[in-house]
């Protein structure tokens, strides 16, 4: 059975820039293959808008509220 939930918690932070453009790429060919909904949390602005179709700013505050919610369109 298919995972339908794919969560991902910073899976490129460190990553030199050669294996961090195949790990997106393998990442991409992935969800067009099986399409799951994917939760990427980053704070790379640029890794955030090439891989997502929504992008959701949160603030660093306590408690956590949303401060931007923007869509890509591709």
């Given at each position: ?5 794919l969560?991902l918690?910073?899976?490129f ?14 990442l991409l060919?992935?969800?067009?293959t099986?399409?799951?909904t994917?939760?990427l ?11 997502s179709?929504?992008i959701?700013?949160?603030?660093g505050n ?13």
């Amino acid at each position: 059975m298919e995972s339908v939930l794919l969560l991902l918690d910073e899976p490129f932070k460190g990553l030199d820039s050669t294996t961090k453009e195949q790990m997106y790429q393998l990442l991409l060919n992935y969800w067009h293959t099986h399409k799951p909904t994917v939760l990427l949390v980053t704070h790379d602005e640029k890794e955030a808008e090439r891989l997502s179709h929504r992008i959701v700013h949160l603030s660093g505050n306590h408690p956590v509220h949303l401060l931007e919610e923007v869509s890509i369109i591709r």
